[in-house]
T-cell receptor, first 113, second 110 residues
Framework: NAGVMQNPRHLVRRRGQEARLRCSPMKGHSHVYWYRQLPEEGLKFMVYLQKENIIDESGMPKERFSAEFPKEGPSILRIQQVVRGDSAAYFC???????????FGPGTRLTVT | TQLLEQSPQFLSIQEGENLTVYCNSSSVFSSLQWYRQEPGEGPVLLVTVVTGGEVKKLKRLTFQFGDARKDSSLHITAAQPGDTGLYLCAGNFGNEKLTFGTGTRLTIIP
């Protein structure tokens, strides 16, 4: 059973460009979470999605950030008009319904130049 | 806003020694997970505890959940260099999102 997959592992964007981060959950997992880890800081929750629904986006910045988890395909975290402060490691986690455990992917390291 | 405090922040000990790291919260956890994170990788789940007073063992690692479900500890017996890493506790507080502690960075010296 493959683990949570994220791509790309590394992404470099210039200020003002768009960044698209992809996450494929573990097989059988219908819940997806996105977390951000800023340099020298802990992991912070961003958004929780189920198929075609955003359940909790209380950790998402109000502007430029969006997330989706379509019926088919991976979950996408989209950052528009990136700024240097968006440079961070972005982790996706998944869980099966009704369980507390969240399993993390290897992360996407975004660098904004 | 729930806060998780982990202590110590850094710990460096000799191979073969025992150690304990702690995770404390001012709020009651619905559940608590311990993770280990290597540089450049995602957190790897070690254990989940749910019931107050629960003790779980994973080889040389012993996890304890406080009776009031507001604190937890991780004890490692006979530490080995392979135990080196960042240990994170993370809790649910009545919803699905995890709140993470700042971590304990453990170094085992051969």
């Amino acid at each position: 059973n493959a683990g949570v997959m994220q791509n790309p592992r590394h992404l470099v964007r210039r200020r003002g460009q768009e960044a698209r981060l992809r996450c494929s959950p573990m097989k059988g997992h219908s819940h997806v979470y996105w977390y951000r880890q800023l340099p020298e800081e802990g992991l912070k929750f961003m958004v929780y999605l189920q198929k075609e629904n955003i359940i909790d986006e209380s950790g998402m910045p109000k502007e430029r950030f969006s997330a989706e988890f379509p019926k088919e395909g991976p979950s996408i975290l989209r950052i528009q008009q990136v700024v240097r402060g968006d440079s961070a490691a972005y982790f996706c986690a998944s869980s099966p319904p009704g369980q507390y455990e969240q399993y993390f992917g290897p992360g996407t390291r975004l660098t904004v130049t | 806003t729930q806060l998780l405090e982990q202590s110590p922040q850094f710990l460096s000990i000799q191979e073969g020694e025992n150690l304990t790291v702690y995770c404390n919260s001012s709020s009651v956890f619905s559940s608590l997970q311990w993770y280990r994170q290597e540089p450049g990788e995602g957190p790897v789940l070690l254990v989940t505890v749910v019931t107050g007073g629960e003790v779980k063992k994973l080889k040389r690692l012993t996890f304890q959940f406080g009776d009031a479900r507001k604190d937890s500890s991780l004890h490692i017996t006979a530490a080995q260099p392979g135990d080196t890493g960042l240990y994170l506790c993370a809790g649910n507080f009545g919803n699905e999102k995890l709140t993470f502690g700042t971590g304990t960075r453990l170094t085992i010296i051969p």
